[in-house]
């Protein structure tokens, strides 16, 4: 079946736009996660949705960055007013159930850069 | 107390060696490890993962080995190929939601 899909792969925006990501979880996945990847390092957590309940917000870095989710679909992730070190790679991923051990399955990410 | 220290940050070995991946934690309440592998201009995918009950675990020639009284774990490549060069994250997580990513270890295995 499909897997989960970003959008768009790559973006380039000039310092101060403002950017909306784009997530399509696999269908049936009720916990979606937002994490960011800069180069050469690790996974940091921005965001978690489970269902209907309301988001964990703790990972984001700051109030320019907000994420929505209806219902068990679709997620965007917006970054207003971007700076530099905003480039990154941001990867979402979607799990069966919001558990630790429920295995998370990720997307390709958005490559963005920030000039 | 929430971080997983991984290391080395990166590792290249050649065809057939056994590259060892180490990983440490501080919180005790986690209780499931996975790791995950990444190639370039891909998203992470679960390797393996291992629970605090036992010691180690194989899948193909993959085996974590688990030392709880250390609080270290880690991951063995049998064999290594090619096509295993990629970066290998080790996480770490609760009952609950949030999986603790370690920093990464880029490894490239030489033909």
């Known amino acids: 079946g499909a897997g989960v899909s970003q959008s768009p792969s790559n973006k380039v925006t000039e310092k101060g736009k403002d950017v909306e990501l784009r997530c399509d979880p696999i269908?049936?996945?009720?916990?979606l996660y937002w994490y960011r990847q800069r180069l050469g390092q690790g996974l940091e957590f921005l965001i978690y949705?489970?269902?209907?309940?309301?988001?964990?917000k703790s990972g984001l870095p700051s109030d320019r960055f907000s994420a929505e989710r209806t219902g068990e679909s679709v997620s965007t992730l917006t970054i207003q007013r971007t700076q530099q070190e905003d480039s990154a790679v941001y990867l979402c991923a979607s799990s069966l159930i919001g558990q630790a051990n429920s295995p998370l399955h990720f997307g390709n990410g958005t490559r963005l850069t920030v000039t | 107390q929430q971080q997983v220290k991984q290391s080395p940050q990166s590792l290249i070995v050649q065809k057939g060696g056994i590259p060892i991946i180490n990983c440490a934690y501080e919180n005790t309440a986690f209780d499931y490890f996975p790791w995950y592998q990444q190639f370039p201009g891909k998203g992470p995918a679960l390797l393996i993962a291992?629970?605090?009950?036992?010691s180690e675990k194989k899948e193909g020639r993959f085996t974590i080995s688990f030392n709880k009284s250390a609080k270290q774990f880690s991951l063995h490549i049998m064999d290594s190929q090619p096509g295993d060069s990629a970066t290998y994250f080790c996480?770490?997580?609760?009952?609950?939601?949030?999986?603790?990513f370690g920093a990464g270890t880029r490894l490239f295995v030489k033909a």
């Open positions: 269908s049936g996945h009720t916990a």
């Open positions: 949705f489970q269902g209907n309940s309301a988001p964990d």
């Open positions: 291992i629970r605090p009950d036992v």
């Open positions: 996480a770490a997580g609760t009952g609950g939601f949030k999986t603790i």
